[in-house]
């Protein structure tokens, strides 16, 4: 009955981050007329402060020197504070300027890239399934490409970003509160006195716009870090391969915010490499299932081969 809660209790939260991660462009629109530079700006600045307040509570302070000692985890950790930073302010910058739905195509074929980066930097093989699933998506890209008569540029960037900051992370293997907390401490100075900078040149709109926009800025903190914790606690309730299937709730809120709510145009070619890139994950996320179906087999099965044959009674 415990586990039976622990899973549920692990679902909601995996619905509550993927939500969040899904709705938040309609949160960007808000910040206007702040740039996206002033945004991003602001969403390190005030997630260091969130992110500090929640280690308070929970007296989480000794990995600070374990990671002052070691130079390597600390250049990892820069090196991810800047791509995260870039996803980041070019993800506002998109949904700022009208490009939701090119920018849901991004987090789409993430998990793509991310398999595409496995071959390409850690040797790793993959099976049919998988290479079908890439081929697909790289004749959707082209496809794409001919719809929108150039590359896309923001769907691949955000894609390719964050798929790097997946495998550092990978290596840096620090918790999500933590690793937040030490990639936005490395931000903050250069966030701050840009801020500060923007508010010397009367350019700054969280001091122009009123108590409200001030406060809706200061938000960003609790955008970035309440589906971040959410997502923490739902890893550690249920199996990743459900973590997987919810990941796809996001670009498929933010796709559907972008076509509904923002009135994105779809022309038929778009229609057609989004058609390619979701045929690609269906097979990604059946080769994962079936997979992992074949894995829990083999370990049910392990116990009783193991098992010493019953001794012969004398005759």
């Known amino acids: 009955m415990k586990a039976q809660n622990e899973q549920r209790a692990g679902l909601l939260y995996g619905f509550g981050a993927y939500g969040i991660w899904g709705l938040v ?4 629109p808000l910040l206007m007329p702040a740039g ?38 600390l250049g990892l950790t820069a090196l991810a504070a800047s791509v995260i930073s870039v996803n980041w302010g070019l993800y506002i910058w998109s949904v700022n300027n009208g490009h939701v739905v090119e920018s849901s195509l991004g987090y789409f074929i993430n998990p793509l890239v991310s398999i595409a ?16 699933a890439v081929g697909l998506s790289f004749l959707a890209v082209l496809v794409l490409a001919v719809g929108y008569g150039r590359p896309p540029w923001i ?37 701050l006195g840009y801020l500060l900078w923007l508010g010397a040149q009367g350019r700054s709109s969280f001091a122009s ?19 971040l ?24 809120f933010q796709f559907g ?40 087999a083999r370990l049910e099965a392990a116990p009783v081969a193991a098992a010493p044959a019953p001794a012969r009674e004398p005759a």
């Not at 996206?36 to 302070?61: F, K, P, Q």
């Not at 980066?117 to 079908?132: F, I, N, P, S």
């Not at 716009?209 to 870090?225: I, M």
Request: proline share 4%; aromatic share 10%.
């Open 25 to 28: 462009p309609l949160f960007w």
């Open 36 to 73: 996206a530079v002033e945004i991003l700006a602001h969403r390190m600045t005030w997630s260091l402060a969130v992110v500090g307040v929640a280690l308070l509570a929970v007296r989480r302070w000794g990995w600070i020197r374990e990671l002052l000692r070691r130079p390597r985890k």
């Open 117 to 132: 980066m496995g071959v390409l930097v850690l040797g790793e093989r993959l099976r049919r399934a998988q290479w079908a």
């Open 155 to 191: 769907s691949l960037v955000l894609a390719c970003s964050f798929a790097t900051y997946g495998l550092i992370k990978k290596k840096l293997n620090m918790g999500g509160l933590e690793s937040l907390a030490a990639e936005t401490a490395m931000l903050f100075l250069p966030a």
């Open 209 to 227: 716009q009123g108590v409200g926009h001030a406060l809706l800025l200061a938000a960003t903190g609790l955008v970035t870090a309440i589906p």
């Open 229 to 252: 914790v959410f997502f923490g606690a739902a890893a550690i309730r249920v199996p990743l391969s459900t973590l997987g299937l919810l990941q796809y709730m996001a670009p498929v």
């Open 257 to 296: 915010l972008g076509v509904l709510y923002f009135h994105e145009a779809m022309p038929p070619e778009r229609w057609a490499g989004f058609s390619l890139v979701w045929a690609a994950l269906a097979i990604l996320t059946w080769d994962a299932l079936r997979t992992a179906r074949r894995s829990r």
